[in-house]
């Protein structure tokens, strides 16, 4: 076993660096698009159920922010604790790594009963905050109702399973996708469409998928072949370990729980400028932006180990060599898939549904919302190279800015500037997404050498 362990470690620390970031950042993007799939496959098969499809499908819509924000959740934990693990690790600090996972652990137990009770408690006035009306809400409450008893299993095998890719095992978390997504890819005509649950069939899907995926997660890090285990005397809390991990994890966790809060202001935005075809409208566009972030981000979560553990071993090099080749790949995919998206706005509409309506509304505003992911991908990189080293207050505001600062002020703003046009709101997208990216890179080119030289 001790062969194994200083293996892995060596291969991150002198191994070739094109080599690492294939065969860990690979790996985790797979897992990413299968568990793109896992989300987006609900949408695409409810979207296709005869006469009801278009409703149904704008209620799993706006159902978006719950499931956001439980997914923040599991970020705030997993993500802000697996690159000090790996910090750690690169100190030759085993014994602060498994305490920093086994607090993890208990914040996810934690936040998940908390969550479960709260949006089982509010979810009807929440959702008809976020823009459900008399007839998609049926469909809202149908799916919602039963997502949220699987809220600890998404908090697990999300939020653990970066512990599995902070050892360099990126194959073994790529797994624990994989089984949930296509179990959840199987489940899914056989609950709405063999056995005519509809919305309620999709929902149940998921629940299992996501079980199942949980327990892959679970039994590796308690067995001996994980490097990091889960251990009972590292679960009990340490308010100085869960202050760093809350202090790292507020930047994703803020990332994905303003993607709710944005939903929620686009949503009722659309609602009140357009009406359902707009909100439904925006389901679509949300889903297919999943198709550029999703994997990028998944890209980039199996290369932040690289940067991290050199980092904390010392390894300055590596770490600026590690950053350039992740940004060359990642800029040139985002680009390209996002150009697709504004060429093809149809083809992406029609995946989801055959409202000839709804598609030529999609097809009209879908140039307009993408173009600034053209570019994203260097906000993506820089905000990777931030968690990767560390640096909490940076990616913190970097986090903030594209959502918060920007695009919920000109979500608000631009409709009424432009007369109560209902378009201003698809502007607002792409207008806080390049101001966000300018910002992230300046911020990345005036700091990255004195965090180098600082060390960690």
Known sequence: MESNKISEEE??????????????GVPVLIAQIVNM??????????????????????GLGVCNPIIMFVSAFAAFAGFGGAPLASIAMGKGDRRRAEKILGNATFMII?????????????????????????????????????????????????????????????????????????????????????????????AIATVISQLFSALWVFLFLVSGKSELRIKS??????????????????SPFIMQSTEAL?????????QKYGGDLYVGSLTILQSVMQFI??????FTQGVQPIMSYNFGAGNKDRVIQTFKRMTLLVVSASFVIALSTMLFPSFYASL??????????????????MCGMLIFGIQLSCQTAFMALGQAKISLFVALLRKVILLIPFALIFPIVMGGDVMGIYVAEPAAD?????????????NIRKILEKGA
């Open 262 to 270: 944005i939903s929620i202001v686009l949503n009722s935005g659309l």
């Open 293 to 298: 972030t999703t994997p990028i981000n998944g």
């Open 352 to 369: 989801f549904t055959e409202n000839r309506e709804l598609i030529a509304l999609v097809d009209r505003v879908m140039p307009i919302f």
């Open 434 to 446: 390049i101001i966000a990216v300018i910002c992230c890179l300046t911020l990345f080119l005036l």
């Open 233 to 250: 005397e590292c679960l009990k809390p340490d308010i100085k370990v869960i202050g760093s991990v809350m202090a790292l994890g507020v």
């Open 110 to 202: 934690v936040f998940s009963v908390i969550l479960t009770a709260v949006f089982m408690a509010v979810k009807k006035p929440f959702l008809e905050l976020v823009g459900a009306s008399e007839v998609t809400y049926p469909y809202a409450d149908e799916y919602i109702s039963i997502y949220l008893l699987g809220t600890l299993f998404v908090q697990v095998s999300i939020g653990l399973n970066s512990f599995i890719t902070a050892q360099g095992k990126s194959k073994t978390a790529m797994f624990s996708v994989l089984i949930g997504a296509i179990t959840n890819i199987i489940l899914d005509p056989i609950f709405i469409f063999a056995f005519d649950m509809g919305v309620k069939g999709a």
């Open 37 to 58: 799939l896992y989300n987006i496959v609900d949408r695409i098969y409810i979207g296709h159920i005869e006469v009801i499809g278009s409703d149904a499908l704008t």
């Open 11 to 24: 291969k991150l620390s002198r191994g070739s660096i094109w080599k690492l970031i294939f065969t860990m």
